[in-house]
């Protein structure tokens, strides 16, 4: 036997071995590949955040001068039809940078906050300010002049930049409490009404676009603050989540890591002052030296009709946008565009079903993660539903568990040592991130009680941290990560756990129903919350009480049955287009405080029937007697229900 036909031999065996070893971890892994594939994209680009540290580059500003050199005239920001290129964005905020540069009460390290809606001076502002190592505070435009000085004063700022489109929501008392309190006010006009208030636009017409002096812009640490950005505050007033240079660096990369490339055309219709248009979206395109298109506000009538006038490629959605991308009329176009990659988290997997079916197939990259957090998850695999994937790789760039959590208690369940018990393959638990140097909580700024309440201590052993996300976890058979519902909004109804997500996905299968928004309302006597639904219905459709009935009782546990249904003319979300519940509870089912439709799920009649307030006060009537000579009381609740249909008399007894 020649060399010859030793080495063809040896060769064939070696292709042989590869293909059977590809086969087998194919067969008792589907997933092994795309495993891999993503652990090695999350390696690189670990390594290269390292690898341009040790060529200075430490900031988002320092990432974004990087692409002026190389693209200086491709466009960067288009808005309103205006393009604006990366030089053009790079000189503006270089004049920024000049008029702050003459503030001798500003320096460097100093936090400026920035009132403003979607425009190019967002950018640009945020930029220049950044260049001359400003600590920046996103606001949101939709708070109220208590929680927005509130905001000024947690983050330390010394001085506001107000868009001129946010002036007129202002009160007075807040402007002359700033100027009270010696921070400066900076307004995006060329005049202002107010004493002791600068304008920025005129004095951007007569400075120089030179560029600042390196020693401003320059960064020594990428664990350095860049970035306050507040919470929502749907427990109180908002949060100052401490965002550092490293972990902008990091997010930036979530659309590289999705497949875009510096040819896509992303479409942003999201709040800048949230992070994932803000650090997700134009940090994205900085990191792919791609091109945006800006929208004000988002439009769902207008969202098609875009992505096609401007040949998007690339979108980012948050909350209820797709659900409400589904509801609008049909039309031959909607189909005609060049949108391949979708980037969000908050799709319900009916949306998502429905989303795919209707305007073609985009790839959605699911994710979880929250603004102050130190855990993440990315769905890779554009699995329907879920918003991440636990490999055998993962545990070794994360450390992260799924706790048995009491929602009765709020709190872990702890065995009988005083440990944490971690739940089991396919149960829900709370989701806990160990806090060490390579996964850091920096907390929240000017609020060291509601940072420590963030942490979970002494969890598995004495003196381990843990980060407390707040939410509901479960990961399945295959490794999939599914969001089951926040910990304050899942509620417990006879001795049975409700996760609110689950009943609304069931809800909005009927075709009647546009949105549903679930949560427990409290009746007075008995332990836990009552399922109660605010339902919007589609447009021209009516309310079904005996379908609704049917529907749930085909679909959903007894203890999971919303009882009492509100309807909706509008639903209420928060800016990012989530479902507030906060007011729902509040208001629960009183019909003597609540003007919108209610319905009441009668057994007897195998309907939801209208909730009157003569109904309604006789219904806690019957459930005051009944507790009286019941032991039972979610029985005797179902006794109301049933005699109350029948109209007994108000003072009748149950028995």
Same mark, same amino acid.
């Given at each position: 036997?020649?060399?010859?036909?030793?080495?063809?031999?040896?060769?064939?065996?070696?292709?042989?071995?590869?293909?059977?070893?590809?086969?087998?971890?194919?067969?008792?892994?589907?997933?092994?590949?795309?495993?891999?594939?993503?652990?090695?994209?999350?390696?690189?680009?670990?390594?290269?955040?390292?690898?341009?540290?040790?060529?200075?580059?430490?900031?988002?500003?320092?990432? /974004?001068?990087?692409?002026?050199?190389?693209?200086?005239?491709?466009?960067?920001?288009?808005?309103?039809?205006?393009?604006?290129?990366?030089?053009?964005?790079?000189?503006? =905020?270089?004049?920024?940078?000049?008029?702050? &540069?003459?503030?001798?009460?500003?320096?460097?390290?100093?936090?400026?906050?920035?009132?403003?809606?979607?425009?190019?001076? /967002?950018?640009?502002?945020?930029?220049?300010?950044?260049?001359?190592?400003?600590?920046?505070?996103?606001?949101?435009?939709?708070?109220? =002049?208590?929680?927005? &000085?509130?905001?000024?004063?947690?983050?330390?700022?010394?001085?506001?930049?107000?868009?001129?489109?946010?002036?007129?929501?202002?009160?007075?008392?807040?402007?002359?409490?700033?100027?009270?309190?010696?921070?400066?006010?900076?307004?995006?006009?060329?005049?202002?009404?107010?004493?002791?208030?600068?304008? &920025?636009?005129?004095?951007?017409?007569?400075?120089?676009?030179?560029?600042?002096?390196?020693?401003?812009?320059?960064?020594?640490?990428?664990?350095?603050?860049?970035?306050?950005? /507040?919470?929502?505050?749907?427990?109180?007033?908002?949060?100052?989540?401490?965002?550092?240079?490293?972990?902008?660096?990091?997010?930036?990369?979530?659309?590289?890591?999705?497949?875009?490339?510096?040819?896509?055309?992303?479409?942003?219709?999201?709040?800048?002052?949230?992070?994932?248009?803000?650090?997700?979206?134009?940090?994205?395109?900085?990191?792919?030296?791609?091109?945006?298109?800006?929208?004000?506000?988002?439009?769902?009538?207008?969202?098609?009709?875009?992505?096609?006038?401007?040949?998007?490629?690339?979108?980012?959605?948050?909350?209820?946008?797709?659900?409400?991308?589904?509801?609008?009329?049909?039309?031959?176009?909607?189909?005609?565009?060049?949108?391949?990659?979708?980037?969000?988290?908050?799709?319900?997997?009916?949306?998502?079903?429905?989303?795919?079916?209707?305007?073609?197939?985009?790839?959605?990259?699911? /994710?979880?993660?929250?603004?102050?957090?130190?855990?993440?998850?990315?769905?890779?695999?554009?699995?329907?539903?879920?918003?991440?994937?636990?490999?055998?790789?993962?545990?070794?760039?994360?450390?992260?568990? &799924?706790?048995?959590?009491?929602?009765?208690?709020?709190?872990?369940?702890?065995?009988?040592?005083?440990?944490?018990?971690?739940?089991?393959?396919?149960?829900?638990?709370?989701?806990?991130?160990?806090? =060490?140097?390579?996964?850091?909580?920096?907390?929240?700024?000017?609020?060291?009680?509601?940072?420590?309440?963030?942490?979970?201590?002494?969890?598995?052993?004495?003196?381990?941290?843990?980060?407390?996300?707040?939410?509901?976890?479960?990961?399945?058979?295959?490794?999939?990560?599914?969001?089951?519902?926040?910990?304050?909004?899942?509620?417990?109804?006879?001795?049975?756990?409700?996760?609110?997500?689950?009943?609304?996905?069931?809800?909005?299968?009927?075709?009647?129903?546009?949105?549903?928004?679930?949560?427990?309302?409290?009746?007075?006597?008995?332990?836990?919350?009552?399922?109660?639904?605010?339902?919007?219905?589609?447009?021209?459709?009516?309310?079904?009480?005996?379908?609704?009935?049917?529907?749930?009782?085909?679909?959903?546990?007894?203890?999971?049955?919303?009882?009492?249904?509100?309807?909706?003319?509008?639903?209420?979300?928060?800016?990012?287009?989530?479902?507030?519940?906060?007011?729902?509870?509040?208001?629960?089912?009183?019909?003597?405080?609540? =003007?919108?439709?209610?319905?009441?799920?009668?057994?007897?009649?195998?309907?939801?029937?209208?909730?009157?307030?003569?109904?309604?006060?006789?219904?806690?009537?019957?459930?005051?007697?009944?507790?009286?000579?019941?032991?039972?009381?979610?029985?005797?609740?179902?006794?109301?229900?049933?005699?109350?249909?029948?109209?007994?008399?108000?003072?009748?007894?149950?028995?």
């Amino acid at each position: 036997m020649n060399w010859c036909t030793m080495l063809y031999m040896w060769l064939s065996a070696l292709a042989a071995g590869a293909v059977m070893l590809y086969v087998s971890l194919k067969f008792l892994s589907p997933y092994f590949w795309e495993d891999l594939n993503y652990f090695m994209r999350r390696i690189r680009f670990k390594m290269r955040i390292t690898r341009r540290a040790s060529k200075g580059i430490h900031s988002l500003t320092d990432m /974004f001068m990087l692409q002026v050199q190389k693209t200086p005239n491709k466009p960067f920001i288009i808005y309103e039809g205006n393009v604006h290129t990366y030089q053009d964005v790079d000189r503006r =905020s270089n004049k920024v940078a000049q008029v702050f &540069l003459r503030q001798e009460a500003l320096k460097k390290g100093d936090t400026i906050a920035l009132l403003m809606s979607n425009e190019p001076d /967002f950018i640009h502002v945020w930029f220049g300010l950044a260049k001359l190592g400003f600590v920046i505070t996103f606001l949101n435009v939709n708070l109220h =002049s208590r929680s927005l &000085l509130h905001c000024v004063n947690t983050s330390a700022a010394k001085a506001l930049v107000i868009g001129a489109d946010c002036l007129g929501c202002l009160e007075e008392e807040f402007i002359f409490q700033l100027l009270k309190n010696n921070i400066g006010i900076w307004l995006m006009s060329k005049s202002s009404s107010f004493q002791h208030v600068d304008t &920025l636009l005129d004095k951007l017409d007569n400075v120089s676009d030179d560029p600042v002096p390196p020693h401003l812009t320059a960064q020594t640490s990428m664990i350095n603050t860049a970035l306050y950005i /507040f919470t929502s505050g749907s427990t109180g007033f908002p949060k100052a989540a401490v965002i550092s240079h490293l972990k902008i660096l990091s997010v930036c990369l979530l659309f590289a890591q999705c497949g875009a490339a510096s040819q896509d055309i992303m479409y942003i219709t999201l709040p800048l002052y949230h992070i994932s248009a803000s650090l997700i979206g134009i940090g994205g395109c900085i990191e792919l030296g791609a091109t945006c298109v800006l929208k004000k506000k988002f439009s769902a009538s207008q969202f098609w009709s875009d992505c096609t006038k401007y040949n998007v490629t690339l979108f980012l959605y948050i909350g209820e946008i797709c659900r409400y991308l589904c509801h609008q009329p049909k039309n031959e176009g909607e189909r005609d565009h060049l949108v391949r990659i979708a980037l969000g988290n908050g799709l319900r997997p009916a949306v998502w079903e429905e989303f795919l079916m209707r305007f073609g197939p985009i790839r959605i990259f699911e /994710f979880y993660g929250a603004t102050e957090g130190n855990i993440g998850f990315f769905n890779y695999i554009n699995k329907i539903g879920a918003v991440g994937r636990v490999s055998i790789f993962l545990k070794f760039l994360s450390s992260f568990e &799924l706790l048995k959590y009491d929602v009765w208690k709020e709190e872990p369940v702890k065995d009988k040592h005083g440990w944490c018990v971690k739940t089991l393959k396919g149960e829900a638990g709370l989701l806990v991130a160990r806090v =060490s140097p390579s996964t850091p909580f920096d907390g929240y700024a000017g609020n060291q009680e509601a940072s420590e309440r963030k942490l979970l201590r002494d969890v598995f052993v004495k003196g381990d941290v843990y980060f407390n996300t707040g939410d509901l976890m479960l990961i399945d058979q295959d490794g999939f990560v599914y969001f089951t519902d926040r910990v304050g909004d899942t509620f417990r109804w006879k001795g049975e756990n409700v996760a609110t997500l689950e009943v609304a996905e069931v809800l909005g299968m009927l075709d009647f129903v546009q949105e549903a928004n679930v949560y427990g309302v409290s009746v007075k006597g008995y332990e836990g919350r009552i399922g109660m639904a605010a339902i919007v219905l589609i447009s021209d459709q009516q309310f079904d009480g005996k379908r609704l009935y049917k529907h749930v009782m085909d679909f959903l546990p007894r203890y999971a049955q919303p009882q009492f249904v509100r309807i909706m003319e509008v639903m209420k979300t928060t800016t990012t287009f989530k479902h507030q519940k906060g007011h729902l509870v509040n208001e629960g089912f009183n019909p003597e405080i609540i =003007s919108d439709p209610l319905y009441f799920l009668d057994e007897h009649v195998k309907s939801y029937i209208p909730l009157t307030k003569e109904i309604y006060r006789r219904l806690l009537l019957e459930k005051i007697i009944s507790n009286k000579q019941n032991d039972g009381q979610n029985d005797a609740l179902m006794m109301v229900q049933n005699k109350h249909i029948r109209q007994i008399p108000a003072k009748q007894d149950v028995m």
